[in-house]
């Protein structure tokens, strides 16, 4: 779908960025290493998102999960901890494959943080989500996907990623290396949260991934969407 | 009011990334104290003095739990403060826990300032050029969000009216609002195929499509970025070449002064971010007299 | 010859068994007007979409059509979206960006027009059509009628030769209906576009289209000027002649049929020459009957220091008892059933509910709300999954649904998905679904919003049904003629109150301006008629009684 001078742009762009982390790295600047890291990871979704022929419909339905996502921050928020991001971006992933799923993740955490606050600890939120809704997507053509135990595990994957990944991005900042018993402090400390965050995900999702899902289907069915 | 409207938002983006790259990389105090205190009178050149110095007590809790992180996880040092648990409490380790509650302080207001410069809109118009569908994923979720929310009202309240699930309870109530949110998440799937519709009659996906140019590149653009790529050069030297280095462990006060030569490094830095804080607390000043005198 | 030709067109649906164009023929003219109406499900969404490329439904296509000479699919795809023009029905499902100059940029972006010409093109299009001001706006805080107008110019910025609109006026308020249809007249006048209009609300429209074109089971019927139109119509036709020339094809004018007010004046000035009743100028409050919900006094306001919604208004409803409450959209009415319906809680003033004050709790044998878009309701896959869900617990619950289903015909719907239901449908369900709860009152919100006229009727004829069984209802509409055909007693709102309500007739006949075509047309003239049926009987009355 795009133009050959802006695939030279995107991978030259990609490539000194890779060359750029991997100097930080060898310098132990592991404070702007770890984010730029994070982001590097997410540019090849993003990056392939851009190349996939997909059209309008596609295109629209990710927009709405991403809507979606961002605005269940705010109907559940006076609900400290139940937030039903992960939830919804394991959702899309299940209904409408893995691309599908980790760009609205990663779309999510950008477009919530323009509210919330942008900052480095975005490029975490990014890759953790986004990894979620990429997770979930492999199940997304297989019967597992209405499996319990597959879905709990989403859920619980989704909670422990987000704060490890968030924590890792406090560890670093606070101690300007990864120094594995602040890590772990900083998880411990977490700890309940993590664990609400993980409850919540799975209590969500058992509640809606069939009406959800059988009604992601019949969209498909119906449009032709991710065929 | 802002500076920064005038500017191409590449320009902007450039100079904060500029910024946020040399701050997170500043291990010296000389390369970061500056910087601190530039990302400070940015933020109140933006908000006003007032507002910025509201912030005092969240960024001191911030200090402190940093450098208390520090203080009791890291052993290292020759200086040693006490014995905790039969493990040495360092005075460097307290240190270098302040240097990174400043550094993390100095990143939070940057990006603060940043999104101030740059709000989201112009910053997604950065994206679009070289992610056009991701930034227009971003753009349609964002012209999606008052909507949703007014839709979302508006089942809970028709919902509500029904009276078919009025009992009380936590888990009722969240039943009820993912009840609701799956009614949203539905109906508004139902009609963003007709948005779709709306996007490929307009010739959605065809090749070859363009970006409307809304903010052309000025003068004032070239001669800023020249300057950005004058002053990033003996900026980024220390980080290059490992001479702004910083080590806590062990600890020498007399390292704290640079040298002439590393000085003017950390100088160039300094520009860099102390550039903004004048164009700003230009304009500030210039619509202070404007009001003034009318 | 003609700029677009359209011959032996027939299109089935991927999987469906029968076809929904079935043989259509149709030539429009370059710079022609044409307007296209049919009942409901007779393939004029269809063809209009067959028309565009880009939305070209998904099934078997036979016949040809051709663009200014040449087949339509040989048309490039960049051609195909510049020239053809469309704007659908619900302004709210249209856009999409977020702000008014990227909507409008949107298709220029997308067909590729150099990036440093577009501010130009926007400009062009969205100063021809009067919305230059909005360019900087959020579409969210738009209207619905400046959406639609923001459609319209997004379309128009590519420079369309061939304008295609589907109902594009059918969730408007009348203001706003005004505005959009003028606009798409000077677009084709005086930019010469083809313009190819579906639409079912035909009053202001057949004074200024060239043609109309009657769509039945899947063909064009007839294609003809608005006139020829009037004169030949038959019975199926007739929901889509204008109140006007409907009265004076019924009550067997002669000569020219008249289109607009203007003409249907003097057309019947030469006709009639009866003494105009006299029409009481004010309307008292319907009394006598026994009010059993009532307000008093209610004030409201979203936010502290936002403006009044609604400010000391008071009303009453007895059982029974049809109340239309007009206005333009944005006014406060739905506000105003909210409160009603004890969704929102008034900042001042008492509710009333059978003498006694405060509201009934939500659920059965209460105050029920649907609200304007019944689709809010539905929260499963298929019709029968709707209804039962209201009845949980019920024993008697399996009956009530088989009556219901009888009487408001949704027999044939029940294992559909609510979501593929036609609008007029798609109300029947809802208000099934409220019925299952047996209100006393019902509270309904621009229920007639995006039906066909037939769709509109019989709705009409479901409400007395209920009322004269009892249950009371408040109706927000700004559908002037639906309200007289519906209500017993009418109020405006204006300015965050009610005017005090009167009965329908004395509401309506007291009006010049904001009341039905057919009072426009007889008033001071013959006996004051609200509606186009009452009008062609007293015409013929008047006819039978003067030598």
């Known amino acids: ?227 | 009011m802002i500076y920064a409207d005038r500017l191409h938002p590449l320009t902007v983006f450039l100079f904060y990334s500029s910024i946020l790259i040399l701050t997170m990389t500043a291990t010296h105090p000389a390369a970061l104290l500056p910087l601190f205190v530039s990302a400070v009178l940015l933020r109140g050149v933006q908000i006003g003095a007032k507002r910025t110095l509201a912030g005092t007590l969240v960024a001191l809790l911030l200090l402190l739990t940093v450098t208390a992180i520090n203080l009791f996880l890291v052993h290292r040092g020759a200086k040693i403060l006490f014995f905790l648990n039969g493990r040495p409490v360092t005075l460097e380790a307290g240190l270098a826990g302040l240097s990174s509650g400043v550094m993390i302080l100095t990143v939070i207001l940057f990006c603060a300032c940043l999104s101030r410069s740059l709000p989201g809109d112009r910053l997604l118009s950065l994206f679009s050029r070289r992610l056009p569908r991701f930034a227009l994923l971003l753009r349609m979720a964002i012209g999606f969000l008052p909507r949703f929310r007014l839709r979302y009202r508006e089942i809970s309240e028709a919902r509500g009216a029904l009276g078919v699930a009025s009992e009380k309870g936590m888990i009722r109530k969240i039943k009820a609002r993912l009840s609701d949110l799956s009614i949203l998440m539905t109906l508004m799937l139902e009609e963003s195929m007709d948005r779709a519709d709306g996007m490929r009659a307009r010739g959605y996906g065809l090749p070859g499509a363009t970006r409307a140019v809304t903010e052309p590149k000025s003068r004032r653009d070239a001669v800023l970025a020249v300057l950005l790529i004058l002053l990033l050069v003996p900026a980024l030297y220390p980080l290059f070449s490992g001479r702004g280095d910083w080590n806590w462990y062990p600890l020498d006060f007399s390292a704290l002064i640079p040298d002439l030569s590393l000085a003017l490094f950390f100088a160039a830095g300094t520009a860099i971010a102390v550039l903004p804080v004048i164009l700003e607390g230009k304009e500030t000043l210039k619509w202070h007299i404007l009001r003034s005198r009318i | 010859m003609a700029y677009l030709a359209v011959s032996d067109l027939t299109f089935t649906y991927h999987g469906a068994a029968a076809p929904v164009l079935t043989g259509c023929d149709l030539s429009v003219g370059e710079g022609e007007f044409l307007l296209v109406v049919g009942p409901s499900g007779c393939g004029k969404t269809t063809l209009l979409r067959t028309l565009k490329p880009a939305l070209a439904p998904y099934g078997e296509t036979t016949g040809t059509i051709t663009l200014d000479g040449a087949p339509l699919d040989q048309l490039s795809p960049r051609d195909a979206a510049t020239l053809i023009g469309f704007v659908g029905q619900d302004p709210e499902r249209q856009t999409v960006t977020d702000t008014v100059f990227a909507e409008i940029a949107f298709g220029l972006e997308s067909t590729g027009v150099e990036g440093a010409l577009i501010a130009g093109r926007v400009a062009e299009a969205a100063g021809f059509l009067g919305i230059s001001h909005l360019a900087s706006r959020k579409i969210s805080e738009l209207s619905g009628g400046e959406k639609q107008l923001v459609n319209l110019a997004a379309a128009l910025a590519l420079r369309p030769r061939l304008l295609l609109l589907d109902e594009p006026v059918a969730r408007l308020d009348p203001p706003a209906k005004l505005r959009f249809l003028s606009a798409v007249r000077r677009i084709n006048e005086e930019a010469g576009v083809t313009v190819i209009l579906v639409c079912h609300d035909t009053e202001e429209l057949f004074p200024a289209v060239d043609r109309v074109a009657m769509m039945e089971n899947g063909a064009i019927k007839s294609i003809l000027p608005p006139r020829e139109f009037v004169r030949k119509a038959q019975n199926g036709d007739l929901p889509f002649v204008p109140t006007v020339p409907r009265i004076w094809l019924l009550s067997g004018g002669t000569g020219e049929p008249p289109l607009s007010v203007r003409e249907g004046r003097a057309w019947l000035k030469e006709t009639i020459r009866a003494t105009p009743e006299n029409v009481p100028e004010k309307g008292d409050a319907p009394t006598g009957k026994e009010e059993f919900l009532s307000a008093r006094y209610l004030w409201f306001r979203y936010g502290r220091n936002a403006p009044d919604v609604v400010a000391n208004l008071s009303c009453s409803l007895s059982a029974g008892e049809i109340l239309a409450v007009l206005g333009p959209n944005g006014a406060g009415k739905t506000t105003l059933l909210k409160l009603l319906a004890g969704i929102l809680r008034p900042v001042a003033g008492t509710i009333r509910y059978e003498g006694k004050k405060g509201l009934p709790k939500a659920g059965r044998n209460a105050i029920s709300y649907l609200p304007q878009d019944p689709a809010l309701l539905f929260a499963s896959d298929t019709v029968r999954e709707e209804l039962d869900e209201m009845t949980g617990g019920d024993p008697d619950g399996a009956a009530k649904i088989e009556k219901l289903v009888a009487r408001l015909s949704l027999g044939g719907l029940l294992d559909s998905h609510p979501y593929d239901l036609s609008g007029g449908e798609q109300t029947r369900l809802a208000i099934a679904k409220l019925l299952l709860l047996s209100p006393r009152v019902l509270l309904l919100d621009e229920p007639t919003a995006g039906l066909d006229p037939v769709a509109k009727t019989d709705l009409s004829t479901l409400l007395r049904e209920l009322a004269n069984e009892g249950c009371g209802m408040i109706v927000a509409t700004h559908d002037l003629t639906f309200a007289a055909e519906t209500a017993d007693c009418a109020a405006a709102f204006f300015n965050a109150t009610l005017t005090s309500p009167a009965d329908t007739f004395r509401f309506f006949s007291a009006n010049r301006f904001y009341t039905t075509q057919a009072v426009r047309l007889t008033r001071d003239l013959t006996r004051v008629c609200l509606t186009a049926d009452e009008a062609v009987a007293a015409l013929r009355k008047a006819e039978g009684g003067t030598p």
């Open chain 1, 1 to 227: 779908m795009t133009n050959a001078r802006t695939r030279v742009f995107l991978l030259a762009f990609g490539g000194v960025l890779v060359l750029f982390d991997a100097f930080l790295w060898f310098r132990g600047q592991y404070r702007l290493a770890f984010p730029l890291l994070a982001f590097l990871l997410t540019l090849p979704a993003l990056i392939a998102f851009e190349w996939r022929r997909s059209g309008a419909r596609e295109l629209a339905a990710i927009a709405v999960m991403t809507g979606i996502s961002v605005i269940g921050r705010v109907i559940f928020a006076p609900l400290p901890g139940f937030k039903p991001v992960s939830a919804v971006v394991i959702l899309t992933g299940l209904s409408f494959g893995p691309l599908a799923g980790f760009i609205t993740g990663a779309a999510t955490a950008l477009l919530s943080n323009f509210f919330f606050g942008q900052g480095p600890w975005t490029a975490f939120q990014m890759l953790a989500w986004g990894t979620v809704g990429l997770l979930a997507g492999l199940f997304s053509r297989t019967r597992l996907r209405k499996n319990p135990v597959v879905l709990g595990l989403l859920g619980v994957i989704g909670g422990v990623l987000f704060s490890a990944l968030t924590d890792l991005w406090t560890t670093v900042a606070a101690t300007g290396t990864l120094l594995p018993a602040a890590y772990l402090t900083f998880l411990i400390s977490g700890l309940p949260f993590t664990v609400l965050y993980a409850v919540s995900n799975v209590l969500f999702l058992v509640i809606l991934t069939r009406p959800i899902l059988r009604k992601t289907d019949r969209l498909k069915q119906k449009y032709g969407l991710f065929t």
